[in-house]
């Protein structure tokens, strides 16, 4: 019988290599773009607790430290190559500490 394969992904916060089910997604969803391709809004950045959401995604571990050293050395954005305002990362924690 045959092994299955265990997705790994790299944890944003600590840095840790994990099971890609013990983490959670921060995900920026793709921009609005005209016609013409140019953008008229920027993509929302959210959690992704099921891991479906549509976008740019980045990986964090389920205990808010990882998401606060995460948010100090800037590493999501760097991850999903834009700015995020501090009231995402404060609606980020909420949404993790509610789920633990």
Not at 42 to 67: F, H, M, T, W
Not at 84 to 98: A, K, L, Q
């Amino acid at each position: 019988m045959r092994v299955k394969k265990v997705p790994m992904r790299k944890c944003n916060g600590c840095g840790e290599m994990k099971p890609k089910k013990e983490l959670v997604r921060v995900v920026k969803a793709p921009d609005v773009k005209d016609e013409e391709g140019n953008v008229i809004s920027q993509g929302e950045i959210s959690l992704d607790l099921v891991g479906k959401k549509p976008g740019r995604g980045a990986y964090v571990c389920k205990n808010i430290e990882c998401l606060k050293a995460a948010r100090k050395a800037r590493r999501i954005e760097r991850a999903l190559s834009c700015q995020i305002p501090s009231g995402v990362y404060d609606e980020m924690e909420e949404e993790m500490s509610r789920n633990e």
